[in-house]
Nanobody, 123 residues
Framework: VQLVESGGGLVQAGGSLRLSCAAS????????MGWLRQAPGKEREFVAG?????YYADSVKGRFGISRDNAKNTVYLQMNSLKPEDTAVYYC????????????????????WGQGTQVTVSS
């Protein structure tokens, strides 16, 4: 599976961005997809995931929305009310780990990763 992210950039606090992740290489509709991020000096953290249903980290709940378009093999992350602490490299990830598609918690692992896209939120 190949994943290519787009849509990152610089935005002021309170603004919005939408990230996209285009997948290729296998049946997209069966994959559990996720967005993770890594800020400088910090560990990578889960942001949002979607299989049959969507689920979020507490830090972004109510501000971010994840969605997927199986016809376009694409997953999106709509980010609203952005804060400086949202600044990070955002990664799209996918897995076919057994049961992950129907889960409401992050899978034990993601098997496929995009190259990452930088999101910078200025105060």
């Amino acid at each position: 599976v190949q994943l290519v992210e787009s849509g990152g950039g610089l935005v002021q606090a309170g603004g919005s961005l939408r990230l996209s992740c285009a997948a290729s290489g296998r049946t997209f509709s069966s994959l559990s997809m996720g967005w993770l991020r890594q800020a400088p000096g910090k560990e990578r953290e889960f942001v949002a995931g979607i299989g049959r249903n969507a689920y979020y980290a507490d830090s972004v709940k109510g501000r971010f929305g994840i969605s997927r378009d199986n016809a376009k093999n694409t997953v999106y992350l709509q980010m609203n009310s952005l804060k400086p602490e949202d600044t990070a490299v955002y990664y799209c990830a996918a897995t076919d780990y057994s049961g992950s598609y129907y889960s409401l918690i992050p899978p034990p692992r993601y098997d496929y990763w995009g190259q990452g896209t930088q999101v910078t939120v200025s105060s």
